[in-house]
């Protein structure tokens, strides 16, 4: 096979040291470099990633696609297939760093509410020493809990929180809770899996931030997004796929309805400036941009409110990319898993 060239050298490099990256954003580096148009060129698009790939397995790496959850957007990022933590986030955080992640982690997927996100405070009161790997013949669990576990302390967990949110393993949701983040979606598919994180009818991706079908009895779950689309044409039927129950109409789709045309592709944004700020904020530098999550949008601000209550307002100005802020539908507030 032919070697990589400085095309794909050039790829693999932004990712790796930029993070991932937005869709557009990956998508005008690769327009810049080609010439061609990833979303005309499909065919040529996939057979680089391909091709990158190859490479990449054998050192266990993987470039992959996700979806952020929480605002639906796509991003593309290389992964470290090596399943264990410590080669992932080693290199920055430390063994009871990684553990609290680990905590955290696991406290957002068993939200039985499917909001995908903790508090502050929550995230906070995770224990480390329930991190601590359990089995082996000793009974006392105590002695096996390493001191720096015991001693790690508030402060040492509300700076690892900040740190975990600016590397993007974890994110602040529009609700000013934290939630997953970026690096974590692309990350923890097989994780997922292997959890039994339950799956989205639609997409098969872990329904980690989705909506679930409004009968008691049944489990399905439905990403937000991919409820929009899934119902977007088919005004009136909208029946569960599990249980035939009708599914209640997302807030934001409901507005999405009154604000366009009736025949507007449904995955537009509604206001032209949003997706012009967002657009010229990915431009300005994509680190800060992917931060913040896009720039400010005075038409989501009212949702926003509505949604956030009064004590996230501060918080939702970090993460205003989100075209659907997650506003909790009634019957995802329910326990269920
Ligand atoms: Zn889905
Ligand atoms: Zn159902």
Redesign the pocket.
């Known amino acids: 096979m032919a070697p990589l060239t400085w095309r794909h050298h050039t790829l693999i490099q932004a990712l790796l040291s930029r993070g991932p990256l937005m869709e557009e954003e990956f998508h005008e580096m690769f327009m810049g470099i080609s010439g061609k148009n990833p979303v005309n060129n499909k065919q040529l698009f996939n057979d680089v990633l391909l091709k990158i790939n190859k490479e990449l397995a054998y050192v266990q790496f993987e470039l992959r696609a996700c979806r952020n959850q929480y605002d639906g957007k796509v991003y593309y990022g290389v992964i470290n297939n090596v399943a264990d933590e410590q080669s992932k986030l080693g290199t920055k955080y430390s063994v009871p760093q990684i553990a609290f992640y680990k905590g955290v982690i696991e406290a957002i997927i068993q939200d039985a509410g499917t909001e995908g996100c903790v508090t502050n405070i929550e995230a906070l009161n995770i224990r480390l020493e329930n991190q601590v790997p359990a089995g082996q013949s000793s009974q006392d669990s105590q002695s096996r809990i390493p001191p720096a576990f015991r001693n790690f302390t508030m402060s040492q967990k509300e700076k690892t929180l900040n740190d975990l949110i600016q590397d993007r393993w974890l994110s602040y949701t529009s609700s000013g809770k934290i939630g997953l983040g970026v690096r974590s979606f692309l990350d923890l598919r097989s994780w997922f899996r292997s959890n039994d994180v339950p799956s989205c009818n639609v997409c098969n991706e872990a329904g980690v931030k989705a909506s679930t079908?409004p009968?008691e009895g049944?489990n399905?779950r439905i990403h937000d997004y991919c409820l929009k689309q899934k119902f977007s044409r088919r005004k009136g039927s909208r029946a569960?796929p599990?249980?035939g129950?009708e599914w209640p109409q997302l807030e934001c789709e409901e507005e999405e309805n009154d604000a366009n045309e009736p025949e507007e592709d449904p995955a537009a944004s509604p206001n032209p400036t949003t997706r012009r700020r967002l657009r010229s904020s990915v431009k300005a530098e994509a680190v800060e941009g992917s931060k913040s999550q896009g720039g400010a949008s005075t038409s989501l601000s009212k949702k926003r409110l509505r949604s956030c209550k009064n004590e996230a307002v501060e918080n939702a100005t970090q993460d205003t990319s989100s075209v659907c802020p997650s506003q909790p539908l009634r019957s995802s507030n329910r326990r269920k898993r």
């Open positions: 079908c009968n049944c399905i569960c599990g249980c129950a």
